[in-house]
Nanobody, 123 residues
Framework: QVRLVESGGGLVQPGGSLRLSCAASGRTFSNYAMGWFRQAPGKERDFVACIMWSGTRTYYADSVKGRFTTSRDNAKNTVYLQMNSLKPEDTAVYYC????????????????WGQGTQVTVSP
């Protein structure tokens, strides 16, 4: 079992930045690739980014490429999502998730999920 807890969400103006964190506990964190997803009201849960267990490879959705960066610190059992140049369409609940393979873009492929953190981009 892997327990994931996201933090760092909030309200930000368009063009601003936020950094989300996802703290893991339980089974060995470094055995898992980590993904980020987001879900806006009335929409499906969409892939945002993922990072290999070693942190040496990442993969991004086209909608966030060049604006978002994911990283991880295995010593701290934490994965991060740095979000820059935020747009109103980035507004959603953001989730982190754990999976053994990389890259995995389908939400159904992930084993463990956090509870989510709200990100709102508005003037």
């Amino acid at each position: 079992q892997v327990r994931l807890v996201e933090s760092g969400g909030g309200l930000v103006q368009p063009g601003g930045s936020l950094r989300l964190s996802c703290a893991a506990s339980g089974r060995t964190f470094s055995n898992y690739a980590m993904g980020w997803f987001r879900q806006a009201p009335g929409k499906e849960r969409d892939f945002v980014a993922c990072i290999m267990w070693s942190g040496t490879r990442t993969y991004y959705a086209d909608s966030v490429k060049g604006r978002f960066t994911t990283s991880r610190d295995n010593a701290k059992n934490t994965v991060y999502l740095q979000m820059n140049s935020l747009k109103p369409e980035d507004t959603a609940v953001y989730y982190c998730a754990a999976v053994r393979d990389f890259p995995v873009v389908a939400a159904a492929g992930y084993e463990y999920w956090g509870q989510g953190t709200q990100v709102t981009v508005s003037p």
